[in-house]
C-alpha cells in the first residue's frame, strides 16, 4: 500500500515500468480479441443509394457567430445561442422567432431544451448554466423569471437536461463535469477525470441510461456514471481536441469529432474505437457529429464550412453539403430524423432534409 512506503529493492522506476508493462498486456488482451475491422463486416452490405439533402430553410437574426443550438422534442421548435449574447427559440418551420433573451455575457456556447419544451438552459463565460421558462403570454419579461442553476470556476461548454426538466448535466472549461437539481441549484453530482478543458457531453439514448460522455482537450473520451461519479470507460485515441460527442442510437456506442480532421466511432461493448472516418482531402477539424435515426448516417460539421455524411459501417463518405459561409459549429438531427439543423459562424442556422 502506499501508505506503508515502498518495500524493499521497489524504487518508483522499476514501479512505473511494472504498470506499463500491465498497460501493455492489457493492450495485448485487447488485441486478441479484436479480430475483423468494421468496414469488413460491412462489405455484405448493400451500398447506400443516391439521396439529395439541402437547405429547406435559413434561419436569420443572431448578430454574431451561431455557438450551439438544439431540438425541442415536439420536433419543431430550436433554440440557437450565439456570440452576440442572444439566445433565440425559433419555430424552424415557419421560421419565426417566438422568444428571445439577452445574456448578460457574450459567448454563449452552450443552450439546451427542457425535455417538456417548457424551458431553455443556456451559458457561457458567465461561467453559470442559467435556465429561463417558457410562456406564451404577449410582453413576458424572460429576465425576470431566470433561475441561475449550476456554478463552474470557468466557462460552460455544453449542458443537457437529464430526462427530466429537474435535473441539468454541465460540461466545462475548468474541466469537471456536473450535474445539478434545476429547482434548488443544489450540486448532486460532479465528474473529475479530464486533465483539461471539458468541450462537449452527451447523454445516454436509453430512459434508464445513466451514463453520459464527455470529450475534452486533453484528447479522451470519458464514459460516466451519474450515479457514482466515476469513469466508466475511457478512449484516447484522438490526435487533437475532441470538439463533440454523440451516442449511436441503440445506445452500444457513440461517435467523436475532433480537431485532427477525424470523427471516430467507440464500441462500448468491444470497448475500443471501431472506425475512423477520414480522408486526405479533409485537414480541416469537425466541430459537431450526430447520428440518422436509424444510426447508418453520421453527419458531420467541419470548420472548412462543409457538412460531410458519412456511412457509418462502411466508413465511406457518401455525401458532402454546401451552404454555410464559415465554419460549421453545431449540428442536430431533429428527435423524428426527417431534418437536421446546422448553426455557423455565418449567423445563421440551416435547417436541411
Known amino acids: 500500500m502506499a501508505t506503508e512506503g515502498l518495500q524493499e529493492n521497489e524504487t518508483l522506476a522499476s514501479l512505473k515500468n511494472e504498470a506499463e508493462s500491465l498497460k501493455g498486456k492489457l493492450e495485448e488482451e485487447r488485441a486478441k480479441l479484436h479480430d475483423v475491422e468494421l468496414h469488413q463486416v460491412a462489405e455484405r452490405v448493400e451500398a447506400l443509394g443516391q ?47 417566438e ?11 452552450a443552450c439546451a431544451y427542457a425535455p417538456s419544451g417548457c424551458a431553455i438552459a443556456c451559458g ?48 466545462s472549461g475548468d474541466g469537471t463535469c456536473a450535474l445539478w437539481d434545476v429547482e434548488s441549484g443544489q450540486l ?10 471539458v468541450l462537449c457531453l452527451d447523454l445516454a439514448p436509453s430512459e434508464t441510461g445513466n451514463t453520459f460522455v464527455s470529450g475534452g482537450c486533453d484528447k479522451k473520451a470519458m464514459v460516466w456514471d451519474m450515479r457514482t461519479g466515476q469513469c466508466i470507460q475511457s478512449f484516447e485515441t484522438h490526435e487533437s481536441d475532441i470538439n463533440s460527442v454523440r451516442y449511436y442510437p441503440s445506445g452500444d456506442a457513440f ?18 474505437e471501431v472506425a475512423i472516418y477520414s480522408k486526405e482531402s479533409i485537414i480541416f477539424g469537425a466541430s459537431s457529429v450526430d447520428f440518422s435515426l436509424s444510426g447508418r448516417l453520421l453527419f458531420a460539421g467541419y470548420n472548412d464550412y462543409t457538412i460531410n455524411v458519412w456511412d457509418v459501417l462502411k466508413g465511406s463518405r457518401v455525401s458532402i453539403l454546401f451552404g454555410h459561409e464559415n465554419r460549421v459549429s453545431t449540428l442536430r438531427v ?20
Open 334 to 353: 431533429s428527435a423524428d430524423g426527417t431534418a437536421f439543423c446546422s448553426g455557423s459562424w455565418d449567423h445563421t442556422l440551416r435547417i436541411w432534409a
Open 188 to 197: 448532486l453530482q460532479s465528474f473529475h477525470g479530464h486533465g483539461a478543458d
Open 255 to 272: 461517435a467523436s469529432g475532433s480537431d485532427d480532421a477525424t470523427c471516430r466511432l467507440y464500441d462500448l461493448r468491444a470497448d475500443r
Open 51 to 97: 439521396f439529395v439533402m439541402k437547405t429547406r430553410r435559413t434561419l436569420k437574426g443572431h448578430g454574431n457567430k451561431v455557438l450551439c443550438m438544439d431540438w425541442c422534442k415536439d420536433k419543431r421548435r430550436v433554440v440557437s445561442s450565439s456570440q452576440d449574447g442572444k439566445v433565440i427559440v425559433w419555430d424552424a418551420f415557419t421560421t419565426n422567432k
Open 124 to 171: 457561457g463565460l458567465d461561467n453559470k448554466c442559467s435556465v429561463y421558462p417558457l410562456t406564451f403570454e404577449k410582453n413576458e419579461n424572460m429576465a425576470a423569471k431566470k433561475k441561475s442553476v449550476a456554478m463552474h470556476t470557468n466557462y460552460l461548454s455544453a449542458c443537457s437536461f437529464t430526462n427530466s426538466d429537474m435535473q441539468i448535466l454541465t460540461a
Open 99 to 109: 422568444h428571445a433573451v439577452t445574456m448578460p455575457c457574450t459567448w454563449v456556447m
